[in-house]
């Protein structure tokens, strides 16, 4: 069994005490400082308008089309945008607010409407500090509750049991990289909390991610437990793996 842990820093306590009144947002993002007016940034930073229109349209369409030239894919002449999920409070996204280089970041979901059935596209839909700028970027195939960082940590960790198990059972097959072409939810306890600008503080859940190299598919199980402080652990079940030539 493969067990890390991804944490993030602990003023996600803050999220607890959500409230509705909250003033514009006057200063750079301070996950160190002080607690409330982090809270009232968080919530001014997203009570602006969702990015909407060409621009977004634009700008989750180059992040689709890259990753199918990458990954030799169906290139769309036309997709469907799911609903903008806030991730404001993702460790990265959080880090690059405070820094000014963004204003904030969403996850959408991104159905390939004249391609092939297949999981949805997630793409990290970033706006720029400038308040107008828009920039997509390929964030996983399927449906994932792991938030930008995490699911990212936690790709290296599937990757390495993937092709761990790749070389074991067809040497022969080395891919350049691996990319799941499939992600699944498969469960969440009862106590799963809801998503707090991108995080989750409490609860776990699993997840199935798929591998399809050299015509090969991988299941790898991976279980997701928060920390209640921003973060999560992960195991990977070695032996529920399964592999299928």
């Given at each position: 069994?493969?067990?890390?842990?991804?944490?993030?820093?602990?003023?996600?306590?803050?999220?607890?005490?959500?409230?509705?009144?909250?003033?514009?947002?006057?200063?750079?993002?301070?996950?160190?400082?002080?607690?409330?007016?982090?809270?009232?940034?968080?919530?001014?930073?997203?009570?602006?308008?969702?990015?909407?229109?060409?621009?977004?349209?634009?700008?989750?369409?180059?992040?689709?089309?890259?990753?199918?030239?990458?990954?030799?894919?169906?290139?769309?002449?036309?997709?469907?945008?799911?609903?903008?999920?806030?991730?404001?409070?993702?460790?990265?996204?959080?880090?690059?607010?405070?820094?000014?280089?963004?204003?904030?970041?969403?996850?959408?979901?991104?159905?390939?409407?004249?391609?092939?059935?297949?999981?949805?596209?997630?793409?990290?839909?970033?706006?720029?500090?400038?308040?107008?700028?828009?920039?997509?970027?390929f964030a996983g195939q399927g449906?994932?509750?792991?938030?930008?960082?995490?699911?990212?940590?936690?790709?290296?960790?599937?990757?390495?049991?993937?092709?761990?198990?790749?070389?074991?059972?067809?040497?022969?097959?080395?891919?350049?990289?691996?990319?799941?072409?499939?992600?699944?939810?498969?469960?969440?306890?009862?106590?799963?909390?809801?998503?707090?600008?991108?995080?989750?503080?409490?609860?776990?859940?699993?997840?199935?991610?798929?591998?399809?190299?050299?015509?090969?598919?991988?299941?790898?199980?991976?279980?997701?437990?928060?920390?209640?402080?921003?973060?999560?652990?992960?195991?990977?079940?070695?032996?529920?793996?399964?592999?299928?030539?």
């Amino acid at each position: 069994m493969i067990r890390r842990s991804a944490r993030l820093r602990t003023w996600a306590a803050a999220l607890l005490a959500l409230s509705a009144g909250a003033s514009a947002l006057a200063a750079p993002l301070d996950p160190l400082g002080d607690p409330d007016q982090f809270r009232r940034d968080v919530e001014a930073i997203n009570r602006k308008p969702l990015p909407d229109g060409e621009a977004l349209a634009r700008a989750v369409g180059n992040a689709v089309m890259v990753d199918a030239k990458v990954r030799g894919r169906c290139q769309p002449k036309k997709i469907s945008i799911g609903k903008l999920e806030p991730v404001t409070l993702d460790g990265m996204i959080a880090a690059m607010i405070a820094a000014g280089r963004i204003e904030n970041g969403w996850i959408a979901s991104v159905r390939l409407d004249d391609c092939p059935p297949a999981d949805p596209i997630r793409v990290l839909l970033l706006r720029m500090a400038d308040g107008a700028t828009l920039d997509g970027v390929f964030a996983g195939q399927g449906e994932s509750l792991a938030w930008p960082t995490l699911s990212r940590e936690a790709l290296r960790a599937t990757v390495a049991a993937a092709s761990q198990r790749l070389h074991a059972e067809d040497p022969q097959c080395a891919p350049r990289e691996l990319t799941p072409t499939g992600v699944r939810v498969t469960g969440t306890s009862p106590d799963l909390g809801p998503s707090q600008y991108g995080i989750r503080l409490k609860g776990s859940w699993t997840e199935l991610w798929t591998f399809e190299p050299c015509s090969h598919r991988l299941a790898i199980p991976i279980a997701f437990r928060t920390n209640g402080a921003g973060g999560a652990w992960w195991d990977i079940d070695q032996p529920g793996i399964q592999f299928a030539k």
